[in-house]
């Protein structure tokens, strides 16, 4: 592996192991506050927010990755999905469409999870 790979993928690798944790911790204050706990709610909102600002930064270093480090190019529109999906994610939760919030909201951490798996495989250090 060389160093541009190096410098490229362990950011991406770091970014969506902090992404994934944040993903994971959706639902379980989606159900606290379900179950009662009424400031869960704002975390919840706060995490999503949060998710947003680092979607973005996963686009940048997507194309980091796949520009700079000759990375698999796939990831840089599954990081464009996976942002704009946030984003529609975070819209119709404030707007609360559970209808379309809940789904996509599974598809989000799906989507989360394969890329972090994906991140610490080999595949990833291999360039193109």
Known sequence: MDTSMLL????????????????LA???????????DIDAIAAHGMVGNLLAVSGLLLVVLTL?????????LWVVPAGVVLFLAIGVQAWVGYTRDLALHVPLGVAVVAASVLLAVWAWSPSAGRSR
């Open 64 to 72: 980091l990755y796949a520009i700079a480090g000759r990375g698999r």
């Open 26 to 36: 959706q639902p379980v204050l989606a159900g606290r506050y379900l179950t009662g």
């Open 8 to 23: 490229t993928l362990w950011p991406l690798r770091l970014l969506l192991t902090l992404h994934l944790a944040a993903v």
